[in-house]
């Protein structure tokens, strides 16, 4: 089955960057799209970016400059680059699988908090 | 990049029938067939429950729904459940530079 699996949660300070992973399995990597969704606490879900299977990207205006997305075929992983973190980018962070425009499977999530 | 528009609230009794809706534009929810649905219980992960406005991927009961009409699309669920208490959110491509865009969510009560 398929499976996501994220990297534990982060304590960052203002200004730092942090780097999530995603790591795959139970389908073929090279197939699919793989997202980044974020959740704030207490709030919705934001769409951040995605990244194909040729490792072209697209970001979210909202976080234009700030994030890479980058994916390992070798070891089947995506990674999440965030810079410049302030105190209002404390969320969940989650990758998602995409299919048919849609995200069919998320990673467990995780919590990066900034705080100084 | 504006979320599409949800209400915060929607509640029913078990065994009714309730809707939410989710309203953008044509540059969004009007212009492609390409809404999703996902329930998030509170401290889990989102579950996708409808994808192309109106499909259901295998194992979500068909007590679930979608449907579009111009710029809003609507997710039903029919026979409400306890279990079916959660938070909804919709998901729409969009054309432009932000390719994907969420609806800002609905709390479905179980009364």
């Known amino acids: 089955q398929v499976q996501l699996v994220q990297s534990g949660a982060e304590v960052k300070k203002p200004g730092a960057s942090v780097k999530v992973s995603c790591k795959a399995s139970g389908y073929t990597f090279s197939d699919y799209f793989m997202h980044w969704v974020r959740q704030a606490p207490g709030q919705g879900l934001e769409w951040m970016g995605w990244?194909?299977?040729?490792?072209?990207?697209t970001y979210a205006q909202n976080f234009q400059g700030r994030v890479t997305v980058t994916r390992d075929t070798s070891t089947r992983t995506t990674y999440m680059e965030l810079s410049g973190l302030r105190s209002d980018d404390t969320a969940v962070y989650y990758c998602?699988?995409?299919?048919?425009?849609?995200?069919?499977?998320w990673g467990q999530g995780t919590l990066v908090t900034v705080s100084s | 990049q504006s979320a599409l528009t949800q209400p915060a609230s929607v509640s029913g009794s078990p065994g009714q029938s309730i809707t939410i809706s989710c309203t953008g534009t044509?540059?969004?929810?009007?212009?492609?067939?390409?809404v999703s649905w996902y329930q998030q219980h509170p401290g889990k992960v989102p579950k996708l429950m409808i994808y192309e406005v109106s499909s259901r991927p295998s194992g979500i009961p068909d007590r679930f729904s979608g449907s579009k009409s111009g710029n809003t699309a609507s997710l039903t669920i029919s026979g409400l459940q306890a279990e079916d208490e959660a938070d909804y959110y919709c998901m729409s491509y969009r054309r432009g530079s932000t390719p994907y865009v969420f609806g800002t969510g609905t709390k479905v009560t179980v009364l």
């Open positions: 990244i194909n299977p040729y490792s072209g990207t």
């Open positions: 044509s540059s969004d929810v009007g212009g492609f067939n390409y």
């Open positions: 998602a699988r995409e299919s048919n425009r849609a995200h069919d499977s």
